[in-house]
C-alpha cells in the first residue's frame, strides 16, 4: 500500500502540469487566429446549433402540464423576487 501512495504523489504534480501546460497552449494558439478564422468558427458552431434544434420535437402537453406550467410561471423562486421563505439567522 505505501508503494501505491508513492506512486500517486509523484503522478499528481506531473498531471497538474500537463494540464496547466495544455490550457496556456491553447490560450496562445487562440491569441494568434485571425478575426477570419474566428468568424468561420462562430458560423460553423450556429449552423450546429440550427441543425440540433431542428432534431428536437416539441413535446406535446396535456391540459394537466399546461395547468401545472401556469402555476409555476405566476411565481417565482425566491433568488428572483429578493424575499427569502424563512427568517434570517
Do not use: K
Not at 500537463?18 to 490550457?23: A, E, H, S, T
Not at 441543425?51 to 406550467?69: E, G, H, M, N, Y
Amino acid at each position: 500500500m505505501d508503494g501505491e501512495d508513492d506512486r500517486g504523489l509523484g503522478v499528481r504534480p506531473l498531471r497538474l502540469l500537463y494540464l496547466i501546460f495544455c490550457r496556456l497552449l491553447g490560450r496562445l494558439l487562440l491569441l494568434g487566429r485571425s478575426t477570419a478564422a474566428n468568424n468561420a468558427e462562430i458560423l460553423a458552431l450556429r449552423h450546429e446549433v440550427a441543425v440540433l434544434r431542428r432534431q428536437i420535437a416539441r413535446p406535446q402537453l396535456s391540459w394537466a402540464d399546461r395547468t401545472v406550467l401556469s402555476a409555476l410561471a405566476r411565481h417565482p423562486p425566491y433568488a428572483a423576487t429578493g424575499s427569502s421563505p424563512r427568517a434570517p439567522c
